[in-house]
């Protein structure tokens, strides 16, 4: 199927993975990032972390200010050594549990860490489908965890010229694509992967995305679909929902406020990105989305 491998590809190369987490990480206080001893590999093409202390080392570099050292250096390190040689289950639960502590912890600096933790945790999660370690409980543990995240973001800075990307909504995203892939995945855990999905379509404050975070927010819920986590009945209900309302104050004239003209952009780019991927296949599976999401651009005025 066109959609699917399509989808598996981009995922592979945008990264999701995610990792095995103790049943409850603590919460604690994100410290002040020191990450010299993984500078020390930035000199050397084909150093890369291989026991539990250089990853840690490396993770600390995650909520770095300086985007070469944070993207660079540690996020490509990371991702490669993830995704190409494979790290023994030890290493991946105990990097999947930091990740899960960055993401629960009530304070993030520049905004930075959160971003990059859900995006690595992407990466370990990636690392579950292929060669699964993690238990039933301990994968809804990473799955709890990220949907809060993703719910929770409040910060929508994407890409700026000094300081790099942040992008936590497409980073969660990431996360929700390997998750939704994984066939160890419960419905129960699908239905909270929607849930967290649904809840940034429009995003607070009068956002409006320019950074691709409705295509990465679309992508996992066909994969939802495709999995039979949400039932056919219910894709006309939900995608009736997000059509234009004329007896919403914010549909009566759009074009004049900027809470409306939010409201039509982010409507309009998720729709168009459904569309766009489900057109890709034949699976009926995916043709009450594009329906329903046919319907919500037909509705715009």
Known sequence: MRLKSTILISATALLASACATTSNPPLVELRLISCDTAQEMAG??????????????????????????RDGLAYSRLADALRNRMPDAGIRRAVGTRLM?????????????????????????????????????????MVR???????????????????????????????????AVNEQLSPEDGQRIFDALASQILPAD????????????????????????????????????????????????????????????????????????????DDEKLAPLAEGAKAVMASLP
């Open 145 to 179: 965890i990220g949907t809060d995240y993703l719910q929770s973001v409040r910060d929508y800075r994407g890409f700026e010229t000094t300081a790099g990307w942040r992008h936590g909504v497409a980073h969660a995203a990431d996360l929700m694509l390997q998750l």
């Open 206 to 281: 009068n956002h409006s995305y320019i950074f691709g975070e409705s295509r990465r927010l679309a992508r996992p819920l066909l994969f939802l679909a495709l999995g039979g986590h949400v039932p056919d009945a219910g894709w006309a209900d939900w995608f009736a929902r997000l059509n234009a309302n004329e007896t919403d104050p914010v549909w009566q004239d759009p074009y004049m406020s900027r809470e409306g003209l939010a409201t039509l952009h982010n409507t309009r780019q998720f729709a168009s990105a459904v569309i766009i991927w489900a057109s890709e296949s």
């Open 44 to 69: 050397a093409d084909d150093a890369y972390p291989q026991s539990t202390d250089d990853y840690m080392d490396m993770l600390d570099c995650l909520g770095h200010a300086d985007p070469e050292i």
């Open 101 to 141: 502590q960055n993401l629960q912890a009530t304070a993030d600096g520049d905004g930075f860490l959160k971003p990059f933790s859900v995006l690595v945790l992407s990466e370990v999660a990636r690392t579950d489908r292929i060669d699964p370690y993690l238990t039933p409980a301990e994968r809804s543990d």
